[in-house]
């Protein structure tokens, strides 16, 4: 992680067709390993820099604005405010958009913000210890919790979102999600057993794989398959 500027690296056929995914500004999610090039495409890591400032997003702005084709963008946890942004400013560019266990999360079961807050806690216990030496960085990843409007308007590129095991019932979700665009699908992952809190990379290919294929996007070759 660059402490000032996004990097990217990118692998895969660079005139393939364009995947961006944007890592987790704190590394939270799907950090073990990362996944492997689908066939016939041009897959870019882009990681958030260390420090975050106005320019951060301008960044990455201009890195997909340089891009000679539609890109689809990929965005874990945080990273999902720059991915929505990016789909609202810069949507001419951008041909489907999955989030990955975004926060904040456009739908909550928890009644009262800082239970949601609470419950990111405990599910990361492991990473209290890096906060000791920077207690001021805990509190900037518990204040993007809060919405501030993050999904006020609706995305037009086709949408999918991977959400954690529900809280709360799904027919009171059922609406917020369905104001986000008007072509979205939502995945489940649900397990109580909390060495699984997140699919493996082999599950989650297995999600993207069919979301981009049942995208309704007309491919230049053939539908989007991936190997591991």
């Known amino acids: 992680m660059n402490d000032n500027h996004w990097s990217f690296t990118s692998k895969g056929t660079p005139k393939g067709e364009e995947i961006l995914w944007i890592r987790d500004s704190w590394n939270l999610s799907f950090s073990s390993k990362e996944p492997n090039s689908p066939d016939g495409s041009y897959l870019t890591f ?26 689809n963008l990929v965005a874990e946890g945080f990273s999902a405010r720059f991915a929505w942004e990016l789909a609202l400013k810069k949507k001419e560019s ?33 990473l209290l210890p890096r906060f000791i ?3 001021f960085s805990l509190d900037k990843i518990l ?8 999904y006020e ?37 649900e397990t109580r057993n909390p060495r699984f809190s997140e699919p493996d990379m082999h599950k989650l290919n297995k ?13 230049s070759k053939s539908r989007i398959k991936t190997k591991f």
């Open 207 to 219: 999600i993207l794989e069919l979301f981009w294929n049942n995208s309704g996007q007309k491919r």
């Open 94 to 126: 951008i041909q489907s958009l999955f989030l990955l266990f975004p926060n904040p999360s456009p739908i909550s079961g928890f009644a009262l913000p800082i239970l949601e807050k609470a419950d990111w806690i405990l599910k990361n216990l492991s």
């Open 133 to 135: 030496t920077n207690p």
């Open 153 to 189: 308007f609706e995305v037009s590129m086709f949408l999918g979102i991977l959400l954690p095991r529900t809280v709360g019932q799904l027919s009171a979700q059922a609406e917020p999600l369905s104001r986000l665009s008007k072509r979205t699908q939502i995945y489940r992952w």
């Open 46 to 71: 882009a990681v958030p820099p260390k420090n975050s400032g106005t320019e951060t997003f301008d960044e990455l702005f201009a890195y997909v604005s340089s891009r000679k084709r539609k890109v």
């Open 143 to 150: 204040s993007q919790f809060d919405k501030n409007d993050v």
